[in-house]
């Protein structure tokens, strides 16, 4: 079963970073835009980047523009996280969807299963 999994979910103190990976099972990335996006408590799903490994392309939202940026390495993509504050608590996601990069959580159909970030003090 083709799955998607992210790593590196943590608790970290305001202003800190984190990085996140998102690596696939039983498929690979090549080809496929990556996703990632978060839901914090009572709130929708928000989109935040997407890496496109096609073209090597990103897009960020702006609302974490400058603080996130997404990249790719051995097979990963990853999401790093800087100047945290406590607004960034939630659980992380990343997606998969072919064959070019969207924000739209709708856009995306296959899901991994969620990295819990908590920011605070």
């Known amino acids: 079963q083709v799955q998607l999994v992210e790593s590196g979910g943590d608790l970290v103190q305001p202003g800190g970073s984190l990085r996140l990976s998102c690596a696939a099972s039983k498929f690979t990335l090549d080809h496929y835009a990556i996703g990632w996006f978060r839901q914090a408590p009572g709130k929708e799903r928000e989109g935040l980047s997407c890496f496109s490994s096609g073209s090597g392309g990103t897009l960020v939202s702006d609302s974490v523009k400058g603080r996130f940026n997404t990249s790719s390495d051995n097979g990963k993509v990853y999401l790093q996280m800087n100047s945290l504050k406590s607004d960034d608590t939630a659980v992380y996601y990343c997606?998969?969807?072919?064959?070019?990069?969207?924000?739209?959580?709708?856009?995306?159909?296959?899901w991994g299963p969620g990295a819990p970030d908590t920011v605070s003090s």
């Open positions: 997606a998969a969807r072919f064959p070019s990069c969207r924000l739209g959580r709708h856009d995306f159909p296959l």
